[in-house]
């Protein structure tokens, strides 16, 4: 993600200078979005064409979760409890969009759990890489 953090701080600066949502209800706003798409995933066994209604809901959502760290930046409005919240939504809406996914697509439970934990211990590592040395690393 790291190339496009630059892209997009540039491209979305004009537009969070002028917002008057918090950063953290963008947060929120992402999450909600994550959550329908995970939905609409997680029914697609049923309904195939939901798989499709949950392309733009992702896309809209991972765009408010870039917007959100803009926002604070530019109205210089981050705080210790928003970079938390984002993280914390961040992870959740990782492992729901998996569960979503996996389950929407009929695959077997063992290696459904087996890939949610995956995903999991990956998201607790990047975050406890941060604290230990206090950096993001994206590489």
Do not use: K
């Not at 491209?11 to 949502?21: D, G, I, V």
């Not at 939901?50 to 991972?62: K, R």
């Not at 870039?66 to 992870?91: E, K």
């Amino acid at each position: 993600m790291h190339p496009w953090r630059a892209r997009l701080e540039r491209w979305f600066t004009p537009f969070a200078r002028q917002t008057s949502l918090p950063p953290n209800a963008i947060t929120i706003i992402a999450l909600l979005l994550n959550v329908a798409g995970a939905a609409a995933m997680g029914r697609g066994n049923a309904h195939p064409w939901l798989f499709l209604a949950a392309i733009p809901l992702i896309a809209s959502a991972g765009l408010a979760d870039a917007i959100d760290g803009i926002v604070a930046r530019v109205q210089d409005r981050a705080t210790p409890f928003g970079d938390f919240l984002d993280h914390c939504a961040d992870r959740l809406s990782d492992a729901l969009l998996a569960t979503g996914w996996l389950v929407g697509s009929g695959v077997r439970q063992s290696l459904a759990i087996a890939a949610i934990i995956s995903i999991m211990m990956n998201g607790y590592l990047g975050t406890q890489i941060e604290a230990t040395y206090r950096q993001r690393s994206y590489d």
